[in-house]
Nanobody, 115 residues
Framework: QVHVVESGGGLVQPGGSLRLSCAAS????????MRWYRQAPGKDKELVAG?????VYADSVKGRFTISRDNAKNTVYLQMNSLKPEDTAVYYC???????????WGQGTQVTVSS
């Protein structure tokens, strides 16, 4: 059974930092591309960062966010620094891969940047 579980969200002041974690199980983690998405109220879900053979970032987070993974722990991280109010969103983790090109989503974790 596949599980993808995000954690680490919360309320932080502008300029602060948070580290999100996404723990996965039930599939061959190291062979999957792992991506972080976010969805702000009234907006579409957008790609924030991805890690596979390459690492990609949305322009809006380059230089502030860092994605990493620990295959021994089946976990992907998103270190978020210099947070801005516009980073406020629900952050989702998605695993993509396998012979069927499956997508496995987590339930999301809320990040609120506010003073």
């Amino acid at each position: 059974q596949v599980h993808v579980v995000e954690s680490g969200g919360g309320l932080v002041q502008p300029g602060g930092s948070l580290r999100l974690s996404c723990a996965a199980s039930g599939f061959t983690f190291e062979t999957y591309i792992m991506r972080w998405y976010r969805q702000a109220p009234g907006k579409d879900k957008e790609l924030v960062a991805g890690i596979g053979a390459n690492i990609v970032y949305a322009d809006s987070v380059k230089g502030r966010f860092t994605i990493s993974r620990d295959n021994a722990k089946n976990t992907v991280y998103l270190q978020m620094n210099s947070l801005k109010p516009e980073d406020t969103a629900v952050y989702y983790c998605k695993a993509h891969g396998g012979t069927r090109r499956s997508d496995y989503w987590g339930q999301g974790t809320q990040v609120t940047v506010s003073s």
